[in-house]
């Protein structure tokens, strides 16, 4: 009779671990739903995201009375608990398996939730261990056989890396399965060493069933059918990424849901039905179609199509700003990937030019990689280069600093990044003597203005790393390779930043008289970590296409920059060309300008509201209310003079516009805010460009950018900057005296 009461024990003891847990009383909901927000945040980062109803279910329960509230949240998440881990008041540590089916996927990765009793308050990191997972040190061999799994609590943000001390909370695991078919694991859970108790059910074992996945061949072909790499987000039927982004390796990277393959690469899926887009780029039509993986499945085929190919009209896309390395993007930051994994991701994007800056914390590691020319990675049109972006070392606090076409990556004196000048002048004349293209990154960072101003009067604080120092910088003139005096600084980085700030900063240097240019970045991937290629430069070139040439045409202005999902192709003002014979129309007296050019944008049907949010750059915030509706309009000296209005269906037009001119202007097109053409001056009576306001708005620049920046010069480079800073005002000075005759 007692063996049988034994037995019943233990039978009720299992029924009991495979029943829900129980629902934990008297927490308070504010910090639980707080924490829940992080969970389901973390989930659909990590490609697992809660259906719609639940996540409605965890949005309502907080204005339930508080027992309800705390019950519809624990009851929607257990469902999708594997473990649940119970801390006494004396940190001892008990384990139990959860309502989760106990499903993995042979080479993926699954999610889970851990649900935390926590009677301690302890605010330790909780720990995951299995031997199926790690080498048994104390074991005479290793068991490879039985090392099937690998496991990984999910720490990151949103997350944090310790428990909250909640009454109840909720953690993530992540388990990958090496091998397909039914596998059994230990697991155990503790708070820190000592905190197992042989008293407590510290372990448990579950058996798994990990699907196999199919080893599938894609088949990749670009709108001309040609051979090709194009972006794949690959999801199945509840939602989840694939491959599983927790775990990826480069050249995927884990903060994409995309992942590039190209034509006969190959993956692995467990069988099911996925759906897959695929894109290549702005340019191209996002695809969707659904697959169904069966064991049959050996091969699937894909063609990307185009609505625009502004190469066809001789204009090449390039982003001058994207990274290899840093940012908290990459597992190693100091290190970062190679030139094939980020030239994967330029062909995928169809960015015809990469320039790949090497910058502060991944300098000493990614400075191998330079060779003052196009790397060998690079298959034509796709050039990828290495550059230098002056951030996290040098002159960067008073404005970072990209260095296209450069000769030599080392400013000489060292052999790293620590020696560099901290006045940005210094730097610009050592990269404009190797005949590099020069301008500030990011450069809406620091000179915040009022949001829908596009040329206010109102003083930013230059307190950033973008266009600070560029105040000053734009009146120099500097010896180029052959000794004769070039500009310091050759153009304006766009698309990455605010939008007001960017074109507020340009419009005023170009109504001062500057012939200062814009181009577009990303700064991938770390103001944009969705993919290379989000801010673009369109040069026009009339030959092949080299990296030295495109960087050439940003230096003259021959672009047009853009988000890629609008363009301005071949803008002209009369027979004046952008870019050619020095984008200049001289007349002799006050006249009528007619303003030509081939426009076209694509905006989806449906409003994307992620994207009509951001601050920077996006197609979305020109959209005219709920149309596909965008307005294109013609600036003059940094007012809208005209406008009009059509259909971002794809299509090309031919755009017309005339103005009356009565003083020396320069005249651009933008569509606001993704795409801006470069400017043409129209000279009248041989007189420059002098906009008042703008002068005295630059002139007081000069003493508010003093005022934040000189803390950040070397004592040794004190004079050079005081004399730049002197220079800068008398230059301002002058032309402010031209203004008034």
């Known amino acids: 009779m007692r063996q049988l009461i034994v037995v019943l024990l233990c039978l009720l003891g299992l029924a009991a671990t495979a029943a829900s847990f129980p629902i934990v009383p008297n927490v308070e909901v504010q910090p639980l739903a707080a924490q829940v927000t992080r969970v389901t945040d973390a989930l659909a980062y990590l490609g ?53 089916k106990p499903e993995l996927d042979e080479s993926g990765w699954r999610v889970f939730l851990v649900k935390v009793a926590n009677e301690s308050g302890t605010t330790a990191p909780l720990k995951a261990v299995s031997p199926n997972a790690q080498r048994l040190f104390n074991s005479p061999a290793e068991d490879v056989a039985n090392r099937w799994l690998d496991l990984a609590m999910f720490d990151a943000q949103p997350m944090s890396a310790t428990l909250g001390g909640l009454a109840v909370e909720y953690r993530i695991i992540q388990l990958y399965s090496r091998d397909a078919g039914k596998r059994e694991g230990k697991f155990s859970f503790n708070v820190g060493q000592g905190t197992q108790d042989i008293g407590y059910r510290n372990e448990v074992d579950v058996l798994f069933t990990a699907r196999p996945a199919q080893e599938v061949t894609l088949r990749v072909r670009d709108d001309s059918n040609e051979p090709t790499i194009a972006a794949f987000v690959i999801r199945d039927q509840q939602n989840r990424v694939y491959p599983a982004r927790s775990k990826r390796l480069a050249p995927d990277f884990a903060f994409h849901d995309q992942v590039y393959r190209g034509d006969g690469e190959k993956m692995k899926l467990p069988a099911g039905r996925y759906t897959v887009e695929l894109s290549r780029g702005p340019e191209s039509i996002v695809k969707k179609s659904s697959h169904a993986i069966i064991a049959a499945t050996k091969e699937l085929s894909f063609k990307t199509d185009r609505w625009v190919d502004p190469a066809k009209f001789g204009w090449w896309s390039g982003d001058h700003h994207i990274h290899a390395a840093g940012c908290a993007h990459y597992v190693k930051p100091t290190e970062g990937v190679f030139a094939e994994d980020m030239f994967r991701h330029c062909k995928g994007e169809d960015l015809k030019i990469g320039a790949n800056l090497t910058w502060g914390p991944c300098f000493d590691f990614q400075k191998q990689f330079f060779c003052g020319a196009v790397d060998k990675v690079s298959q034509y049109p796709y050039l990828l280069r290495y550059d230098i972006e002056v951030s996290g070392f040098g002159s960067h606090q008073s404005g970072h600093l990209v260095l296209l076409r450069l000769k030599e990556q080392m400013y000489p004196g060292g052999v790293s990044k620590d020696h560099w000048p901290t006045l940005g ?31 206010g009067y109102q003083q930013p604080r230059y307190d ?173 000296n940094g007012q809208s003079v005209a406008r009009q209005e059509f259909v971002a269906d794809g299509k090309m037009r031919d755009v017309t516009f005339e103005a009356k001119i009565d003083r020396s202007s320069w005249v651009a097109l933008r569509i606001f805010p993704t795409s801006h053409s470069n400017p043409i001056w129209v000279t009248v009576e041989g007189k420059p460009v002098r906009e008042r306001q703008s002068i005295e708005w630059c002139l007081k620049g000069v003493d508010v950018c003093w005022g934040q920046k000189q803390r950040t010069y070397k004592p040794a480079e004190m004079e050079d900057a005081r004399a730049a800073y002197e220079h800068a005002r008398k230059v301002y000075a002058a032309r402010l005296t031209d203004a008034a005759r």
């Open 425 to 455: 002048l210094n730097t610009l004349k050592w990269a404009k003597k190797q005949g590099a293209v020069t301008g500030p990154a990011h450069s809406g960072n620091g000179i915040q203005v009022p949001r829908g101003e596009t040329l």
């Open 464 to 636: 950033g790393i973008g266009a600070n120092e560029f105040i000053v910088d734009i009146t120099h003139d500097v010896p180029g390779p052959d000794g004769k005096l070039v500009p310091a600084v050759d153009f304006i980085s766009t698309v990455d930043t605010d939008p007001t700030a960017e074109l507020t900063m340009w419009y005023h240097s170009l109504n001062v008289g500057f012939r200062i240019r814009a181009s577009g970045e990303t700064d991938f991937p770390c103001i944009y970590g969705d993919r290379v290629g989000l801010g673009r430069s369109y040069v026009k070139l009339d030959g092949k296409l080299t990296y030295d040439d495109w960087c050439e045409g940003v230096r003259l202005g021959r672009t047009y920059v853009s988000d890629g999902y609008s363009h301005l192709i071949d803008f002209k003002v009369n027979d004046a060309a952008v870019g050619e014979n020095g984008s200049e129309l001289r007349v002799d007296k006050p006249t009528t300008i007619r303003a030509t050019a081939k426009v076209a944008a694509m905006l989806d049907d449906i409003i994307n509201t992620v994207a009509k949010n951001r601050f920077t750059w996006q197609i979305e915030k020109a959209r005219i209310g709920e149309t596909k509706t965008v307005p294109i309009e013609l600036i003059v």
């Open 48 to 100: 697992t995201p809660l259906s719609d109803a639940e996540l409605k279910q965890l949005r309502d329960a907080p204005a339930l009375p508080a027992a309800e509230a705390s019950q519809q949240i624990q009851t929607v998440l257990d469902r999708h608990v594997l473990f649940g881990v119970s801390i006494n008041p004396e940190m001892r540590v008990k384990v139990a398996v959860g309502e989760a």
